[in-house]
């Protein structure tokens, strides 16, 4: 939990980005960004960070076995690999991703 003044305009941003700090440092020293809880909306970027991109890709396989049509929760739980390149922990050689048969959002 990291308090802040919503009242001080940038403040939630700068409360937003220290909490992904926090979270990157976790994944640094062996831990993990959550535990018994789910990623949600505030976790997802740095799921990026913990996970490489072939676990990514049988995350989003086991999602579409369950959910071939996306609609369960869509853009939580698991980060689109669209995501990932945007928070820049995944490579984008020349526009181009890998397996470009993977769903993007």
Same mark, same amino acid.
């Given at each position: ?22 979270? =990157? ?10 535990? =018994? #809880? ?21 995350? #989003? ?29 995944? #490579? ?6 890998? #397996? ?6």
């Amino acid at each position: 939990l990291i308090l802040y003044d919503a009242n001080k305009p940038g403040e939630l941003d700068r409360t937003e980005a220290f909490g992904g700090k926090i979270l =990157e440092l976790c994944v640094e020293v062996g831990g993990t960004i959550t535990g =018994e #809880h789910g990623v949600g909306m505030e976790k997802i970027g740095q799921m990026c960070v913990q996970f490489q991109s072939t676990e990514l890709q049988q995350f #989003h396989a086991v999602k579409a076995a369950f959910d071939p049509e996306g609609l369960l929760n869509p853009g939580k739980a698991v980060p689109t690999l669209h995501r990932c390149a945007e928070f820049g922990a995944m #490579h984008v050689h020349r526009g181009q991703l890998k #397996h470009p048969e993977l769903e993007r959002f």
